[in-house]
């Protein structure tokens, strides 16, 4: 089943890349995107391969899957939750059609209980998010995981609200 | 790095000669307060030290210094100096029916004296007032410098006398604060007298800092440092600044303690997959893998008598305290009463393991009896964590939820004893008790 979907979705992909080659033959834009690469880990110098160029494209399309950085957990869980499947998918689909990109899964955890242990939950995290992608036909060489456990937290605050957005991987490209 | 080194020892010379400049009463940078105590502690007197009025401001107020230490374990009440009946700076000058009218056995009296050189002599007495004698005290030299660590000593020897316990006044704390500047985080490893006295800083990054542990000679620290953007252990100088990363394998490396004899080295890596425990032996460098098992394995602490390394680990379902032989072995659990016990830390007799002990969503320190497996809770937040042993084992300093983020507590080993200890600013996190220390070398 997924390997249908994610054959859809690369084709999806190639054709979005063939409707842009023609733009492409316009000349110096090229360069210009391959500039604006953000210098955020796991940034890539984009040539004139006009496959990285959509790449670009889709990676700052906001009404992409792709633009959904973060996932997010349960409670003392490394679990991916169904509602976030489609996203890591998403993201799957666009690293195994673009083998030289790298990415980086950064993992967390709220701040109860013990530091280490939040630690290594927040690495158990990263590490499921990687594992679905290398299922999903990613190489698992484009993916480095790490863990903060409940030291990076985006949200302060002692309530379930700032926990549960604390409890998650981030995607950074 | 020698950025952090130049900051360090900028710290450090910054510190020495603040202290020379300004007399020693400078303000805490923690501000320790007793917030329940024991209803049977000790009544005690402790008079002004003599100093001759001749040699313009005494550097210290020795006597200050002692009875803030026995206050604040809980088990002593000094009387307030309003109240003392008479100031005796020697023996002959005490007036033993005024202090017994008063119920008073036990008096400390004192001297401080500026020596030609530049040095001090300090002098002391424990007196049982219902005897009439002296039960403890000495005459000793001290440079300026150690006029402080002296005090704690003097304390130390009061509480073992009256008490039957070694007293850990004179020692030292690691922690890590955590405070927020224009935007961005600023993290720091710091050291302080237990009183909280004499901060410095060790070391300053923009990435997370996490797990202080002392070496058993309270010479060394080390510590986890994210500023590689991930984790790392590195082990650091304290006196020189000096350090060297230990390891920075793929994964996580993390959670370093000492083995009580200093050479070895445990670590949670998870390098070769997930979160083990390993021993690393410092002098040849090589990792024996102590766990091998699919769950996390994290938060290696020794036995007091190196034979065993307690950890937590989830192979059960959740977070639970097992133990294993430190050169290898089947670890055993140790931990059964509630679903999440994490974080253990050895008392220094070895009978009992501090824990973080969740339950209900609560999170609180509790001492787990090694032999019985029964849990004692000693804290009353709601999250609270990292235990960490005085090394007598009386007090546990941790910390605790506050408002303006985390603060430093510390509770007996009994949990009648509670204290809250507050930094001026920001965040403190991770305490580590460190050991006790020798003697300061006489001048």
């Known amino acids: 089943m997924t390997r249908a979907l994610f054959a859809l979705l690369a084709a999806a992909l190639l054709l979005a890349g063939c409707s842009t080659t023609q ?21 890539q110098t984009y040539g004139a391969d006009t496959g990285r160029q959509s790449a670009m494209e889709q990676l700052n399309d906001p009404s992409s899957p ?6 997010y957990f349960d409670y003392d869980s490394s679990e991916i939750r169904a509602d976030y499947r489609s996203i890591v998918e998403a993201h799957a689909a666009f690293l195994a059609s673009n083998p030289t990109i790298t990415v980086s899964l950064e993992g967390h955890a709220d701040e109860r209980g013990s530091r280490e242990y939040n630690l290594a939950l927040g690495e158990r995290r990263a590490q499921a998010v990687k594992r679905q992608m290398v299922l999903l036909g990613v190489n698992g060489s484009q993916i480095r995981t790490t ?3 409940e030291e990076r937290p985006v949200v ?10 604390n409890r998650r991987v981030e995607i950074i490209y | 790095m020698t950025d952090f080194k130049r900051k360090t020892t900028a710290a450090a010379a910054f510190w020495l000669l603040f202290s020379l400049l300004v007399p020693l009463r400078a303000l805490a940078a923690l501000d320790i307060k007793i917030t ?7 009544p005690i007197a402790i008079v002004p030290f003599g100093w001759p009025s001749q040699a313009g401001e005494a550097p210290i107020d020795m006597h200050v210094t002692i009875s803030n230490d026995l206050a604040r374990s809980g088990r002593f009440r000094p009387m307030p100096d309003a109240d003392l009946p008479q100031r005796p700076a020697s023996f002959d000058q005490v007036n033993f029916r005024d202090w ?3 119920g008073m056995e036990n008096l400390v009296i004192g001297n401080l004296r500026p020596l030609p050189d530049g040095n001090y002599e300090v002098e002391f007495r424990l007196i049982d007032v219902y005897r009439g004698n002296q039960i403890a005290g000495f005459r000793i030299q001290a440079a300026r410098q150690q006029l402080r660590r002296t005090a704690h000593r003097i304390a130390d020897i009061i509480f073992e006398k009256l008490l039957g316990v070694r007293g850990a006044f004179d020692t030292r704390i690691a922690y ?3 405070e927020e500047k224009g935007g961005a985080k600023r993290y720091a490893l710091q050291i302080a007298d237990a009183d909280g006295f004499n901060p410095q800083i060790l070391l300053e990054s923009p990435e997370p800092l996490m797990s202080p542990a002392w070496s058993p000679d309270g010479r060394q620290i080390a510590y986890v440092s994210f500023e590689g953007r991930s984790s790392a252990v590195y082990i650091q100088d304290i006196a020189t600044g000096r350090r060297e990363k230990v390891t920075a394998n793929p994964g996580i490396n993390s959670a370093p303690a000492w083995s009580p004899d200093g050479t070895r080295l445990a670590l949670t890596l ?3 997959g997930d979160p083990e425990i390993y021993v690393l032996h410092l002098s040849t460098r090589t990792l024996q893998r102590l766990t091998n098992d699919r769950s996390i394995d994290t938060e290696p602490a020794w036995s007091p008598d190196g034979t065993r390394i307690a950890f937590t680990s989830d192979r059960g379902g959740g977070p639970q305290v097992y133990e294993v032989p430190a050169t290898g072995g089947t670890p055993r659990r140790l931990s059964f009463d509630g679903p999440y016990n994490a974080r253990p830390r050895y008392s220094p007799d070895g009978n009992s393991i501090a824990v973080v002990h969740g339950r209900d969503r609560v999170y609180r320190i509790a001492v787990l009896d090694v032999r019985t497996g029964s849990i004692q809770v000693l804290s009353k937040g709601r999250l609270d964590e990292s235990p960490s042993f005085a090394p007598n084992g009386t007090m546990l300093l941790y910390t605790t939820a506050g408002p303006g983020g985390s603060e430093l507590a510390a509770v007996s080993a009994d949990g009648r004893v509670h204290q809250r200890l507050a930094l001026q600013e920001g965040e403190v996190r991770e305490p580590a008790w460190g050991p006790f220390l020798a003697a300061p070398a006489q001048p």
Do not use: N
Request: charged share 25%; glycine share 16%; aromatic share 4%.
């Open chain 2, 100 to 102: 017994r009218l008063l």
């Open chain 1, 66 to 71: 792709l633009s959904q950085r973060i996932i």
């Open chain 1, 147 to 149: 863990s903060y456990g």
């Open chain 1, 23 to 43: 733009k492409q033959d316009d000349g110096a834009q090229v360069e210009e995107r391959g500039g604006a690469g953000t210098g955020t880990e796991g940034s």
């Open chain 2, 270 to 272: 998870s390098m070769d």
């Open chain 2, 176 to 178: 890590v604060t955590v």
């Open chain 1, 156 to 165: 302060p605050g002692h309530d379930e609200s700032a926990w549960s957005q």
């Open chain 2, 36 to 42: 329940q105590g024991m209803e049977a502690a000790l």
